[in-house]
T-cell receptor
Framework: AQSVTQPDIHITVSEGASLELRCNYSYGATPYLFWYVQSPGQGLQLLLKYFSGDTLVQGIKGFEAEFKRSQSSFNLRKPSVHWSDAAEYFCAVGAYDYKLSFGAGTTVTVRA | NAGVTQTPKFQVLKTGQSMTLQCAQDMNHNSMYWYRQDPGMGLRLIYYSASEGTTDKGEVPNGYNVSRLNKREFSLRLESAAPSQTSVYFC?????????????FGQGTRLTVV
């Protein structure tokens, strides 16, 4: 069965600093990978997705992620964080049976 | 453009009570899903409906039932609520079930069972 690990439960970053969120997946076939963001009291919004092709994927709100098959990773990055980026971020992998498996999430706090 | 709408947003139940969570989408999607979100566990799939007229169990179906009322609506029922079902419930929809399809989420229902 597929699984996703997000090693960092909570990250604090200064506004304007760079951000990297880690995601490792376990899946026997070609992975389909997603990053979602959840702002407080809101549902999940898709930031970006990887299906195939270029391993560097651009998303909304200035985020990007890089797929590294050799490391089974799909880390999310943003060069300069804004206060509005404070949220919880979920990595997910699409499974053979069409069910998304989510990681436990990483909460990002942005300090002024 | 409402997207995925869930009702209610908040609910408190007593142990043993029943209730139905409602979900409707206006994107003409074929597939719909119910997830629960618990701290430190991410989202876990309860049930899903690949298309109108079909439903299948997900990862944590025990204690729940679902109904795909029509293409737009997918409800989740708790027949006899238990404190372990205290959670935030999310409904989602996608154009079809496929690993390369994007899911759109509602804003969630926060359920407390006392």
């Amino acid at each position: 069965a597929q699984s996703v690990t997000q090693p960092d439960i909570h990250i604090t970053v200064s506004e304007g600093a760079s951000l990297e969120l880690r995601c490792n997946y376990s899946y026997g076939a070609t992975p389909y990978l997603f990053w979602y963001v959840q702002s407080p009291g809101q549902g999940l919004q898709l930031l970006l997705k990887y299906f195939s092709g270029d391993t560097l994927v651009q998303g909304i709100k200035g985020f990007e992620a890089e797929f590294k098959r050799s490391q089974s990773s799909f880390n999310l990055r943003k060069p300069s964080v804004h206060w509005s980026d404070a949220a919880e971020y979920f990595c997910a992998v699409g499974a053979y049976d069409y069910k998304l498996s989510f990681g436990a999430g990483t909460t990002v706090t942005v300090r002024a | 453009n409402a997207g995925v709408t869930q009702t209610p947003k908040f609910q408190v139940l007593k142990t043993g009570q029943s209730m139905t969570l409602q979900c409707a989408q206006d994107m003409n999607h074929n597939s719909m899903y119910w997830y629960r979100q618990d701290p430190g566990m991410g989202l876990r799939l309860i049930y899903y409906s690949a298309s109108e007229g079909t439903t299948d169990k997900g990862e944590v179906p025990n204690g729940y039932n679902v109904s795909r009322l029509n293409k737009r609506e997918f409800s989740l029922r708790l027949e006899s609520a238990a404190p372990s079902q205290t959670s935030v419930y999310f409904c989602a929809s996608s154009e079809y079930t496929g690993v390369n399809t994007e899911a759109f989420f509602g804003q969630g229902t926060r359920l407390t069972v006392v």
